[in-house]
């Protein structure tokens, strides 16, 4: 069995910072890409970053240049700094990763159960 769990989020006034960490924990053989989306209310669910096990990182227009994702590999944990909020980047973050369990097992995509972030004043 595989959890991921998210902290940092909570509200923020616009232009501040926040850090969103997620921590893979249980059955990892091998950890491949991980990543953060999100879900506004009344919308759909979008991607924010990803990030490979190796490799560059991905990152949707909006966030570019004020959001950083990074990962932990020891930890299995993945984080994303968030550094000039907005109100429009009000969303409930999810945080994704990749992995097999077993050495000849499928890869599978898991999921964090979410964390707020609100940006207002």
């Known amino acids: 069995q595989v959890q991921l769990v998210e902290s940092g989020g909570g509200l923020v006034q616009p232009g501040g910072s926040l850090r969103l960490s997620c921590a893979a924990s249980?059955?990892?053989?091998?950890?491949?890409?991980m990543g953060w989306y999100r879900q506004a209310p009344g919308k759909q669910r979008e991607l924010v970053a990803t990030i490979p096990a190796l490799g560059s990182t991905n990152y949707a227009d909006s966030v570019k240049g004020r959001f950083t994702i990074s990962r932990d590999n020891a930890k299995n944990t993945v984080y994303l700094q968030m550094n000039s909020l907005k109100p429009e980047d009000t969303a409930v973050y999810y945080c994704?990763?990749?992995?097999?369990?077993?050495?000849?097992?499928?890869?599978?995509?898991?999921w964090g159960q979410g964390t707020q972030v609100t940006v207002s004043s």
């Open positions: 249980g059955r990892i053989f091998t950890l491949n890409a």
């Open positions: 994704n990763a990749d992995l097999r369990s077993t050495f000849t097992g499928p890869v599978t995509r898991y």
